[in-house]
């Protein structure tokens, strides 16, 4: 006798315990908002929380479809969230409504039930949503006529005019853009004459290219003028790595800038000296070069 | 070589820029003359069909707006079609619910004038115009309020349908609970 209760004692503790454990639906619980207070045109969201044991996957066939559900009731969006949580999966199930129905007074409505259906193991099982009631009222009272003044129907949106202000913000960016771009060649050209320092070989280029090929002491005369003014004072081919400490970028022309002092040297201060039309261009060339530096092209 | 990148990337940015200017001069401009038409359509002027022509839907919503005032219901419908679905979701709704009002101000015209028929057919029209800008814009109280006045001149009933479940079982007679007819033989 006393085992025969221990027995059932233990075989009620066992199957209390396997049910908790195999509960295909953990928690379910619908959310609804306030069941009042509602108009034609409203939307009705509801939350649908539903923890299942793992692998217990939710028919989303069971779920209603987007569309008329009802002659005044539409289902206009489902959002379905899921999860996986420590002992199984949840679902989240979004479903907002839309309300089309004109009560001539205080109504009470409802959405109605259907039935979710999840699949395990080729097992089906259904839990049910509630139907869900609330109350509707009208917006006018039953009748207005026209001829006491008041207004039948709302008249029309009137058109919003358009809004400027985007374009305005991009003009004047890409304006500002532009103008610090076009600030930036010009003072590379040495357009900005009040900027000295970037039209140094400008003019010089432009005069060695008018130069006539007989004309070598000027052409000279003007490439030393110009490197002077850059070093700032009479720069001379043994001074050269010094010129390239402050300006390295013109250490890259130092071949051209060699053969042209030691052609000025030959030039002023040796007999043979003769002018071909070769030398006059290298002498163009290096002065184009050197343009082409302060312009930051090289 | 990478300064001469960097030289002919500054000129790129540049042109760049300035092409952007120009076309937000452009649609400046665009806007600008839009805007004034819009404007003039409020003020009860008609504007020339050119205008109309590549322009944004606000500018048809306003003549469409400015034809119904005329009582040119016809053109207003047809103004408002072709814009539709163009726009903004707002601009859209406010489409659908301009479109709303043409039908429904036609109707209760025709109603008024006993053209029962066409009347309702207008007002189904109209019904189906503010649902779409209330299915857009469900915090849109003036479409919401005419939707109502076009439900109180075409209500919509439901159909009554027998549903398997619902139907009236029939009562089982007891036999012999109650004696068939009268009792004869007293005297």
């Known amino acids: ?10 075989c009620l503790v066992l199957s209390s315990c396997s049910s908790s454990i195999n509960e295909p639906i953990t928690h379910f619980q619908v959310q609804t908002p306030r069941p009042f207070g509602y108009v034609i045109g409203d939307e009705i969201k509801q939350r ?6 793992d692998g217990m996957a939710l028919q989303y066939s069971s779920i209603p479809g987007k569309g008329e559900m009802t002659r005044w009731l539409n289902l206009n969006k489902i959002k379905i969230d899921k999860s996986k949580t420590g002992k199984g999966l949840r679902y989240q199930i979004d479903l907002t409504y839309q309300l089309f129905y004109a009560p001539l007074e205080v109504k009470m409505l409802e959405i109605p039930r259907f039935t979710l259906q999840f699949r395990q193991f080729g097992n089906s099982i259904e839990k049910t949503v509630p139907r869900w009631n609330f109350t509707t009222a009208p917006l006018r009272e039953l009748a207005i006529r026209k001829q006491e003044g008041k207004e039948y129907m ?3 949106t009137s058109i919003p005019l358009l ?19 076009g600030a930036y060649l010009a003072w590379l050209y040495g357009v900005l004459t009040f900027l000295p320092k970037y039209q140094i070989f400008k003019r010089p280029a432009r005069q060695l290219a008018k130069s006539s090929q007989g004309d070598l002491s000027s052409m000279l005369d003007i490439m030393h003028k110009a490197l002077n003014n850059l070093n700032g004072k009479p720069l001379f081919k043994h001074q050269l790595n010094s010129f390239y400490q402050r300006f390295p970028n013109y250490q890259q022309l130092n ?28 002498i163009i060339a290096l002065c184009q070069h050197c343009l082409q530096i302060e312009r930051g092209k090289r | 070589m990478i300064k001469a990148i960097r030289h002919y990337t500054i000129w790129g940015g540049l042109a760049i820029a300035v092409v952007i200017t120009l076309q937000s001069v452009f649609s400046y401009y665009q806007i600008a003359t839009s805007n ?6 409020n003020q009860g002027k008609d504007i020339e069909l050119e205008a109309l022509k590549k322009s944004v839907p606000e500018l048809h919503l306003a003549r469409a707006s400015y034809l119904k005032k005329k009582h040119r219901y016809k053109e207003a419908q047809a103004s408002l079609s072709q814009v539709i679905n163009q726009g903004s979701q707002k601009i859209q709704a406010i489409s659908r619910y301009n479109l709303g009002n043409v039908y429904l101000e036609q109707a209760i015209e025709l109603a008024e004038s006993m053209q029962i028929n066409e009347a309702t057919a207008l007002t189904a029209l109209a019904k189906q115009a503010y649902r779409q800008a209330l299915a857009l814009d469900s915090r849109y109280w003036d479409a919401k309020y005419n939707l109502e006045v076009a ?5 919509e009933m439901d159909r009554i349908v027998m549903e398997k479940d619902d139907h009236i079982p029939e009562k089982k007679a007891k036999l012999w609970a109650t004696v068939p007819g009268f009792p004869r033989g007293l005297p």
């Not at chain 1, 085992?3 to 004692?9: E, G, M, P, S, Y």
């Not at chain 2, 004034?36 to 359509?41: C, G, H, R, S, V």
């Open chain 1, 1 to 10: 006798m006393r085992f025969n209760l221990i027995l059932v004692f233990i």
């Open chain 1, 48 to 53: 649908i929380i539903i923890e299942t044991r």
């Open chain 1, 154 to 156: 709302r008249a029309d």
């Open chain 1, 163 to 181: 809004d400027t202000q985007p374009s305005i913000n991009r003009l004047g960016l890409s304006l500002l853009m532009a103008c610090l771009f």
């Open chain 1, 255 to 282: 071949g051209e800038l060699v053969w042209f002092f030691n052609y000025s040297n030959q030039h002023y201060f040796s007999t043979d000296s003769r002018s071909n039309k070769a030398e006059n261009d290298k």
């Open chain 2, 36 to 41: 004034q038409f819009i404007l003039q359509l």
């Open chain 2, 151 to 155: 439900m109180r001149l075409l209500p």
